[in-house]
């Protein structure tokens, strides 16, 4: 299949169809739905009896993911396997029956993990005083079977009331480490600093990391903050 896709790339586009979506720079999860939609010239080029082949480049490797569609058709859905991964994704179209590349997407994007996470506490509505202890726990959900790793604990508030505008992170000391995602049932203890501005608008925020990601250097971790704001106070 390899030889066949650098078989397309080395035909040039000779059909106006501009592929829409997926866009480029963002990333979908794996055994989600993956949205394709083209767009074609008004003119009628390619005409509307013209069949479509569709692939997934993933460098090296390519895969289809649609025959014989209908050039009218205008859009495609496919379901993204749960254990496809990747940084460099991109999808093509392929007149049917034939080599003839007409169109291929604009830029790269990325399929990651499926991982599903949520901060559990605090999550709204507690008070701590600066200098105290906290345990920040989490569930994590629809995990494929790669492992994965909490890589970030973040402890910041929102100078203009809770959720309004940026929030401004809160350096901890010492800094946490990382944790195995299925402990958050036990939780992480962080320590709030002595010097934390007082605010009822704080939050906490996780990140989670493939550990295949974070061997590869890529940064395409998940996150998920507090549901609601809670209270540093003396």
């Known amino acids: 299949m390899l030889l066949i896709f650098i078989l397309f790339l ?10 829409a ?16 939609s083209w767009v074609t010239d008004p003119a009628g080029n390619p005409p509307p009896s013209t069949r479509l082949s569709l692939w997934l480049q993933t460098e090296p490797a390519t895969i289809q993911i649609g025959q014989n569609v209908p050039v009218g058709n205008g859009s495609l859905n496919w379901m993204i396997p749960r254990v496809l991964f990747g940084d460099k994704m991109r999808v093509a179209i392929i007149r049917q029956g034939s080599s003839e590349l007409l169109s291929i997407s604009p830029g790269y994007f990325s399929i990651i993990p499926p991982t599903r996470l949520q901060v559990l506490s605090p999550n709204g509505g507690e008070t701590f005083r600066p200098g105290s202890t906290i345990v920040v726990r989490w569930l994590a959900t629809d995990i494929v079977p790669e492992h994965h790793q909490i890589v970030g604990f973040s402890l910041a508030y929102y100078p203009r009331g809770c959720r309004v505008g940026e929030p401004v992170y809160v350096e901890l000391s010492p800094a946490p480490r990382p944790a ?21 608008s704080y939050i906490i925020r996780i990140q989670v990391q493939s550990l295949e990601y974070i061997r590869r250097g890529w940064n395409k971790g998940k996150f998920d903050d507090s549901d609601r704001c809670f209270t540093i106070a003396r």
């Not at 979506?21 to 949205?35: E, K, T």
């Not at 195995?180 to 009822?200: F, K, Q, V």
């Open 10 to 19: 080395a035909v040039g586009l000779s059909a106006a169809i501009y592929i």
């Open 21 to 36: 979506s997926p866009h480029a720079a963002l990333s979908y999860d794996a055994g989600s739905n993956l949205y394709i």
């Open 180 to 200: 195995e995602i299925g402990s958050g049932g036990t939780g992480c203890r962080l320590t709030i600093p002595s010097s934390a501005p007082l605010s009822s």
